[in-house]
Each structure stands twice: as structure tokens, then as C-alpha cells.
């Protein structure tokens, strides 16, 4: 019995041994030669649809002056026309703002010419919101008689009374208001 005691340590002696062995690889017959991958389709990507091009804006003002008769803050025939026709102009554009700065000329006291040039450009305001402008676009300053245009041109005409008429003629230029629209206009 020993020696089968012995036989069966033996066998399982061998068999540790030969299960911490590598297993020895057994010749493997050549792998064939993988095909080459099919190169991916190309499918053409549907482009982006292009955004529109954004209208450039076009930076827009138009000027003109409305005169008024002496002492007057009602705006004349001829000064009514001249702001339809500004009206006419700023259809189409987007207004960002409507400027209106009334002028007086140098007869009577600087406090006087003031107001009425601020009751002037109040006048062209509200002809132009009559005509459908934004009321909140139109803005209204007084210059009095600070900026006259017809300079030293009606001096040494006499005295600067009401009652020089060939004064008060001379100085019609500077009983104004100017008018300034800003805008800006899609191509």
C-alpha cells in the first residue's frame, strides 16, 4: 500500500507541476491576411443654409429751416411745405431722432427772443407729430438770438425797434428754425 500511496503522491506531483507550467503554444497555421477595412462612405454634409446678409445701415440726416414772421411762432405757408417735404423724406428710414432748435433774431430782450424761440421749434414739433412723426423722436431747443445767420450784414440799418421795417426785413433769416433728422436707412 505504500508504494500506491507513493505512486498517487508522485502522480499528483507531476500534475502540480505540469499545472504551473506555461501551456507551450501549438503551432498555429498562418492567420490570412485581413482585408482592408472599407474606407467610410463620404457623404456630402447638406451645407448650413447661409445666413442673410444683415442690411448695412445707412447713417441719414436732412436739414432744413422753417422762418416765421416777425414776433410770429406760427410756421408760414412755404415753411409748411418745407416740412412735408422733410416728412416725405423720412419715410423709409427708421428715425432716431428729430432735432428742432428755433432761432429769434436780435430785436426785443435776450429773455423774450429766448421764449419765443423755444415756442418756435414747439411749433415744428408739433406740425411734424400732427404728420405722424413719434412724439417721443422729436426734441426742442431754444437758441434766442445767440446764432443769428445774417451776421454783420444788417448793421448800421437803424435802430433794432419793431418799427424799422427795412431792419426787420433784413433779419428774416434769423427768425428760423432748424431742423435736423437722424436716421438710418436699410440697403
Not at 1 to 12: P, V
Not at 141 to 146: L, S, Y
Not at 150 to 158: L, N, P, S, Y
Request: glycine residues 6%; proline residues 9%; hydrophobic residues 35%.
Amino acid at each position: 500500500m505504500m508504494r500506491k500511496t507513493w505512486l498517487l503522491l508522485a502522480a499528483l506531483a507531476f500534475a502540480a507541476g505540469c499545472a504551473t507550467e506555461e501551456p507551450k503554444p501549438a503551432a498555429e497555421a498562418p492567420k490570412p491576411a485581413a482585408a482592408p477595412a472599407p474606407a467610410p462612405a463620404v457623404t456630402p454634409r447638406a451645407e448650413a443654409p447661409k445666413p442673410a446678409p444683415k442690411p448695412v445701415a445707412q447713417k441719414v440726416t436732412f436739414s432744413t429751416d422753417v422762418l416765421f414772421d416777425f414776433d410770429r411762432a406760427v410756421i408760414k405757408p412755404d415753411g409748411q411745405r418745407k416740412l412735408d417735404e422733410l416728412q416725405g423724406q423720412m419715410k423709409g428710414i427708421s428715425v432716431e431722432v428729430v432735432i428742432a432748435i428755433g432761432h429769434a433774431d436780435r430785436i426785443g430782450s435776450d429773455a423774450y427772443n429766448q421764449r419765443l424761440s423755444v415756442r418756435r421749434a414747439d411749433a415744428v414739433k408739433a406740425y411734424l407729430v400732427s404728420k405722424g412723426t413719434e412724439q417721443n423722436r422729436v426734441y426742442t431747443e431754444g437758441k434766442g438770438e445767440k446764432q443769428p445767420v445774417t451776421g454783420d450784414k444788417c448793421k448800421g440799418m437803424g435802430q433794432d425797434h419793431r418799427s424799422n421795417k427795412k431792419l426787420v426785413e433784413c433779419l428774416q433769416p434769423d427768425r428760423r428754425v432748424e431742423i435736423e433728422v437722424i436716421g438710418t436707412r436699410a440697403p
